[in-house]
């Protein structure tokens, strides 16, 4: 059977392939937010210059079978070795997670063949490969260890997990799974909040411009994080609250917004903040009023209700602090991270000296 590849490194490029994008992602084990034309293309507009795009397409025939949406970028060891590294579009600075690779469901083998030959035989400044959120119930790290394997580098990594909470037909059924302190803890703090004015929950995507929304998830934000004597997300990276302010715009007019915000009267109290897709709440980024006790507690059971009577299928709370999300009822699922390093004598050094799997000395 015949097979061709293609390498597109160009944004002009990248440009044209929104249309068999959308139609292949569809097609794949790998339709999330992160991997979305809109995303990546978003997140292109704050790619650094000293990264370039590595996409390769693979057919089969006249068919696209695979997308594998890479780039290049450097990377640091002992922070004196100066070296390449492969890397999943719209990794960084973004909060993205579930890096994968995009293949048709019924040719995946024969893609990742495909995908890893080219890798090989055009990638060989590149010494190592990262990859730091790759789920494992999706085959995602399955895919990408599979993939770097067969191009000929060494793969090692770390384990992670996701949360995401199934969502139910009605609330009463996902308020009856809850354990009965976290139910009465809500309860209480309801009854507290609402004492002093009335409380009602929501979505600001039709109540607000995308600028009005972002400021106010900023503000919120950094009230919960100078509460506690630290800085927020937004503080520590601007880079990432350039990005997600940028992607804010564009996902109001896409519909995505997902702004539930809990209001005391007409004060706004708390908010929990993310993007719909593909019948999921993705939550990015939150805050609360510290002053207010139980209102990020609150602000979270009602969002996931006003999930439920949208219809939505996931409540997607994703990576790290996995405590409270299971406490509201989130599965903790498995993934990696994952560090591949070419088969070659820099790479074995690295590799025997153990500066991976800890990352210690490796500085993306």
Same mark, same amino acid.
């Given at each position: ?8 490194? !160009? ?6 392939? #929104? ?12 339709? =999330? ?22 996409? /390769?397409?693979?057919?089969?025939? +006249? ?12 990377? +640091?060891?002992? @922070?004196?070795? !100066?070296?390449?590294?492969?890397? /999943? ?16 469901? #019924? ?6 063949? $495909?995908?890893?030959? /080219? ?5 060989? #400044? ?15 790290? #399955? ?37 009965? @302190?976290?139910?009465? =803890? ?28 972002? *400021?106010?998830?900023? =503000?919120?934000? !950094? ?6 004597? $630290? ?7 601007? %880079? ?26 007409? %004060? ?10 593909? =019948? *999921?709440?993705? $939550? ?13 507690? /609150? ?25 409270? @999300? ?5 599965? %903790? ?24 799997? *800890? ?6």
């Amino acid at each position: 059977m015949f097979y061709s590849a293609s390498i597109i490194s !160009s944004r002009k490029e990248f440009k044209r392939l #929104e249309p068999i994008w959308a139609s292949l992602i569809n097609d794949s084990d790998s339709n =999330n937010l992160f991997l979305t034309f809109d995303w990546i293309d978003c997140w292109l507009d704050f790619l650094p210059t000293d990264c370039t795009l590595f996409i /390769v397409l693979i057919h089969k025939q +006249k068919q696209l079978i695979a997308i594998a949406p890479l780039y290049k970028a450097p990377v +640091k060891i002992l @922070k004196a070795i !100066s070296a390449r590294v492969i890397r /999943v579009l719209g990794d960084q600075d973004s909060s993205a997670e579930y890096q994968d690779l995009i293949l048709h469901r #019924e040719h995946k083998e024969e893609a990742l063949k $495909e995908i890893a030959s /080219v890798i090989k035989n055009n990638a060989k #400044e590149c010494l190592a490969a990262w990859s730091p959120f790759a789920d494992e119930s999706t085959g995602a790290a #399955e895919r990408l260890e599979k993939v770097m394997t067969a191009a000929d580098y060494h793969v090692a990594s770390r384990s992670i997990a996701f949360y995401r909470l199934p969502l139910t037909d009605n609330a009463k059924i996902y308020e009856s799974r809850l354990k009965t @302190k976290q139910r009465n =803890n809500i309860r209480r703090y309801h009854k507290q909040l609402s004492g002093q004015a009335n409380l009602t929950l929501q979505n600001l995507q039709d109540l607000m411009s995308p600028e009005e929304i972002f *400021t106010l998830l900023e =503000n919120l934000h !950094s009230q919960r994080w100078l509460s506690k004597g $630290e800085t927020g997300a937004f503080e520590r990276n601007p %880079k990432f609250k350039e990005f997600l302010k940028a992607y804010t715009t564009r996902a109001s007019k896409l519909g995505q917004i997902a702004a539930f915000c809990l209001f005391q009267g007409h %004060k706004p109290i708390a908010i929990r903040f993310g993007f719909t897709y593909d =019948n *999921t709440m993705y $939550e990015i980024q939150s805050g609360f009023d510290p002053s207010l006790n139980g209102a990020g507690l /609150v602000a979270i059971d009602m969002a996931i209700k006003a999930a439920i009577s949208d219809h939505l299928k996931v409540y997607d709370f994703l990576a790290f602090e996995g405590e409270y @999300k299971q406490r509201f009822g989130a599965i %903790k699922q498995p993934g990696r991270r994952l560090f591949a390093i070419r088969k070659n004598l820099l790479g074995w050094l690295i590799t025997r000296a153990g500066l991976w799997p *800890t990352g210690r000395y490796i500085q993306m």
